[in-house]
T-cell receptor, first 112, second 116 residues
Framework: QKEVEQNSGPLSVPEGAIASLNCTYS??????FFWYRQYSGKSPELIMS????GDKEDGRFTAQLNKASQYVSLLIRDSQPSDSATYLC????????????FGTGTRLQVTL | DTAVSQTPKYLVTQMGNDKSIKCEQN?????MYWYKQDSKKFLKIMFS???????INETVPNRFSPKSPDKAHLNLHINSLELGDSAVYFC???????????????FGPGTRLTVT
């Protein structure tokens, strides 16, 4: 079982729709979770961090964490073509002080 | 102002050569990292330094040697380059180690290394 799993996609959503990106992780003791966006040929850009169960909203982005089910998701409301990118889920495994384990990313395509 | 910078942006070299990549951050962070992103876009940590002390050393060939002269700089030297070393290398930094949780990490623009 991979430590952090994401559907590679592509996930295709029409402009203005809600994009839902999911991530599951294997280490039940993980405490820190991050979503990064990476455009082709660019570096990962931090979108959200989440540490507690529940929802965390920032503009059009909402991160959702459920530690009991070991999943974290990212919702993008009113999706725009500029949101088309690969979204990376990252998890800090237990006892690994600052180490992040990344998923393979989900490619999102927002269509006109 | 660039928060995390790397030089060079591109590096093309032949097998067997030795090369270095430099990273600098002006965020006042204590912790810096090197990541490797391979051709399949999988991002994996290689090393981490906190206040110039090595704290993470993943299973990386010893041809790779990081060095942190101070908190704001982290360099990566690679000896005897091999074809499989071709990848994009990202530097990142974070506020610190955190206690029980991990601080957010911010990435540099990357160095695309091509070994021919």
């Amino acid at each position: 079982q991979k430590e952090v799993e994401q559907n590679s996609g592509p996930l295709s959503v029409p402009e203005g729709a809600i994009a839902s990106l999911n991530c599951t992780y294997s280490d039940r003791g993980s405490q820190s979770f991050f979503w990064y966006r990476q455009y082709s040929g660019k570096s990962p850009e931090l979108i959200m961090s989440i540490y507690s169960n529940g929802d965390k909203e920032d503009g059009r982005f909402t991160a959702q964490l459920n530690k009991a089910s070991q999943y974290v998701s990212l919702l993008i409301r009113d999706s725009q073509p500029s949101d088309s990118a690969t979204y990376l889920c990252a998890v800090n495994p237990t006892g690994t002080a600052s180490k992040l384990t990344f998923g393979t990313g989900t490619r999102l395509q927002v269509t006109l | 102002d660039t928060a995390v910078s790397q030089t060079p942006k591109y590096l093309v070299t032949q097998m067997g050569n030795d090369k270095s990549i430099k990273c600098e951050q002006n965020l006042g962070h204590d912790t810096m990292y090197w990541y490797k992103q391979d051709s399949k876009k999988f991002l994996k940590i290689m090393f981490s330094y906190n206040n110039k002390e090595l704290i993470i050393n993943e299973t990386v060939p010893n041809r790779f040697s990081p060095k942190s002269p101070d908190k704001a700089h982290l360099n990566l030297h690679i000896n005897s380059l091999e074809l499989g070393d071709s990848a994009v290398y990202f530097c990142a930094s974070s506020q610190g180690l955190g206690t029980g949780v991990s601080y957010e990490q911010y990435f540099g623009p990357g160095t695309r290394l091509t070994v021919t």
